[in-house]
């Protein structure tokens, strides 16, 4: 959803002020906020942690298994593998039905394959960990490892909404399964139709515990897909009976971020908002004070040099980075890697990664990765050492003196 981000940061503004002037009102306990999606998804519980609505006609949400009494709803908090995400299913019951029209992000070759009658597993399942997991009313989030793909699911009352955040490849998409169904219940009727491209409907009946049921949706997508329509008949074991099938094979180009496609204004949005937070300081009530040494830094050498103020920023930050990083720190750049570049490993290797990656990103958006590169030597290094530090040592992370701030220069050099 767009945003008019004028009007949204007025209202941030705004509750602030109110929040200042009114601090004595009481304010009604968010009841909802105690909410575990999670409880009863183990043991016999049988129900769902998707995003759902009260008395909601959908409820999106992840299935990790087909088969047996626990598949119930579709999800087993036991289970490592999630076949994807369908839009109906009952909560708490003794009897499984629904799972209807799943969908699956991809990267690479889709694979449709059958797994055999017994598998709980698609064949393009993924694997997932807990850890990367959240669930809470209205909302939930997981991190598939097989595509490295970041998914999230909310609904309304008659519709629900996706979001997935893919690698760049260009060999990403979608796998749409009308023919699936928690128990593999009998397809008796089913129809895809792509309208355009990025829109499908279709429908279909099926007969199971709900022994009429009919099931018509219509799906629309923010980016235009080529596809590929799978009706051939299929056989769940080798010489079994031949059954119904319908997918929807979807194929498209991602780009890594809105640097390389300047249309997509969801994510210049995200960096517009967050931009704002960052510079006024909002995120930063109630914890120590931001390091801003790398501008101070910096300042310095745009006075002298005809460079503007972001390109000395990419160029001094990752050499600002790589001198402050001690024990004391460390864990600032292991939260840093991990949660912004996905790293892995022992703490000091996730943080030079973390390091090596941030000026990669510079790089990438046509930054210099060196003073050398722009024909700045080092003839004015003490000079400006000197005077970055006019009103005493700068920076919260480490305090950086006159010498420290030419050492820095040097490995910018």
Known sequence: MKKNMKSSSILLGGL????????????????????????????????????????????PSPDTRIYEWDACSGYYYADTTINGFSHTHVSGTGCADYGDVLLMPTVGRQDYHSMGSKSQQ?????????????????????????????????????????????????????????DYSIQRQKN?????????????????????????????????????????????????????????????????????????????????????????????????????????????IEHQLSAVYDITHGIG???????????????????????????????????WEIAEKSIEKTREFFTSLGCPASLSEINIDDSHFEEMAKNAVFRGPVGSMKKLTEKDIFEIYKLAF
């Open 122 to 178: 698609m064949a393009y399942a993924s694997a997932f960990s807990h850890e990367n997991e959240t669930a809470e009313p209205g909302y939930y989030s997981v991190f598939l490892d097989r595509y490295g793909v970041k998914a999230e699911l909310t609904s309304t009352k008659r519709a629900a909404i996706h979001r997935y955040t893919f690698p760049k490849a260009e060999d990403a998409g979608f796998i749409l399964d009308l």
């Open 16 to 59: 602030f002020l109110l929040g200042a002037v009114c601090s004595c009102t009481q304010t009604a306990p968010d009841y909802a906020s105690y909410v575990n999606p999670f409880i009863g998804t183990g043991g016999h519980g049988h129900t769902y942690p998707g995003a759902v609505v009260p008395n909601g006609m959908i409820q």
């Open 188 to 296: 008796e009727q089913m129809e895809l139709e792509v309208i355009s491209d990025t829109e499908i409907r279709g429908r279909k009946k099926t007969v199971y515990w709900a022994f009429d049921q009919y099931i018509n949706f219509y799906a629309k997508f923010s980016k235009p897909f080529t596809y590929t329509l799978v009706t051939d008949s299929m056989a769940l074991d080798e010489g079994g009976p031949l059954l119904p099938t319908a997918k929807a094979l979807l194929q498209f180009q991602t780009e890594p971020n809105d640097i390389e496609n300047p249309t997509d204004y969801e994510a210049r949005a995200n960096i517009m908002w967050t931009s704002s937070l960052a510079l006024n300081e909002l995120v930063t009530y109630g914890k120590k004070s931001t390091d801003w040494a790398t501008h101070q």
């Open 313 to 347: 920023l990419g160029i001094l930050t990752p050499a600002w980075m790589k001198y402050v990083l001690c024990e004391e720190n460390i864990h600032r750049f292991v939260d840093y890697g991990k949660n912004i570049w996905n790293l892995s490993g022992n703490d």
